[in-house]
């Protein structure tokens, strides 16, 4: 762990992944009962452990691994993708002991990598994203306050006004930046006040392996996060603003206590919000970010440019959009060419 995160410079979700990761396959090593959280964060109890007690590293064979990646599979459910990922931090976990001398050779010989469904990401239409952002205040209101037909919204309003005007406009601009900017939710929530450069129009962003990158932001953009960050002292109270946990000198987007967001609070907000604009089934943070891809390679962004923009480390994970783009022509193709 001291490793990934001093030389490896991972980020702190990659690290607590791989420490998940490595304490799960040796708790199964271990024991034959062992208690855990199973893919949907319910803390289950697993019967299905090899029982070894503690085992040395250089004694962990092939087929242990493989019984793994097979439970995981079978019993519990992971998906294709997860289980690689599973599987790779293994395989990194016993490439630096192979590094460090303490093994002659790594355990990984014949575990092979489940095979991918190759599937497109989800995305939204450009006019569900028009409909969502042309009505934010309408929507914010519904959610909020309901049928106002049967409430005193005024009375509402009253009451917990400034708690719920910052919490609304906090919804409002995460939205945006998941869209407009194509973060992923853990940039959107280290999102630093410094980060924004107003002379250039851009925002830095911390991604993944602490590498920084500049995303152009529109002149909107700009002016809602400059507001949003001045109206810190007008919206949070003097007990949030000076109590020891606050957040709002240092990071752009804080809750109404005044300290960051968590990861539930972003992948709730875009979920109730997308769920007045579409009907769609997934409607996580990372949808907006595919969006914001996809959208830019329809209007002719080139791949090397939206690679940029999306932070990521090859062309390969970036050649997926033009899949989209693809598909769209051939409906289109379909629709419109006489002999298609």
């Known amino acids: ?42 803390i289950v109890v697993r019967e299905s452990g090899y029982g070894l007690g503690i085992v040395e590293l250089k004694a962990i064979r092939p087929d242990y691994v493989r019984s ?21 931090s293994l395989k990194s976990f ?46 914010s209101e519904r959610l909020h306050f309901g049928n106002l037909a049967e409430k005193d919204l005024e009375l509402l309003k009253a009451e917990p006004a400034r708690e719920l005007a910052w919490l609304i406009m906090t919804e409002q601009l995460l939205l945006r930046l998941l869209y407009h900017a194509g973060i992923r939710r853990a940039e959107l929530m280290g999102l630093k006040r410094q980060a924004i450069d107003k002379a250039r129009g851009s925002l830095k962003v911390l991604g993944k392996g602490n590498k920084e990158r500049l995303i152009p932001v529109n002149e909107d953009l ?24 606050y957040k709002g000198n240092e990071l752009l987007l804080v809750r109404e206590d005044g300290k960051e967001l968590s990861p539930s609070f972003v992948y709730t907000t875009v979920k109730k919000y997308l769920g007045e604009v579409t009907s769609q ?32 480390s090859s062309l390969a994970a970036t050649q997926v959009y033009t899949h989209n783009s693809i598909e769209s022509l051939k409906e289109i193709h379909k629709q419109a060419h006489p002999k298609a």
């Open 281 to 312: 089934e997934k409607r996580s943070p990372h949808v907006l970010r595919h969006t914001f891809a996809t959208h830019l390679t329809y209007h002719g962004a080139s791949l090397d440019a939206v690679k940029e923009l999306l932070g990521h």
């Open 222 to 245: 700009m002016n809602a996060m400059l507001q949003y960050d001045k109206l810190k002292k007008d919206y949070l109270s003097g007990a949030a603003r000076t109590a020891a946990g």
């Open 94 to 139: 016993f490439k630096y002991f192979l590094r460090m001398g303490q093994i002659s050779k790594i355990p990984m010989d014949r575990v092979v990598s489940q095979k991918l469904s190759g599937r497109l990401p989800v995305y939204l239409g450009e006019e569900v994203v028009e409909t969502l952002f042309n009505n934010l205040p309408a929507i």
């Open 68 to 88: 793994w990646v097979a439970t995981l599979k079978n019993d519990e459910g992971y998906s294709p993708r997860t289980i690689n990922r599973k599987i790779s």
């Open 1 to 42: 762990m001291a490793y990934l995160k001093g030389e490896k410079r991972s980020s702190a979700h990659t690290v607590e992944a791989y420490e998940n990761d490595l304490s799960d396959f040796f708790q199964f090593l271990q024991f034959e009962k062992y208690v855990k959280r199973d893919k949907r964060g319910k």
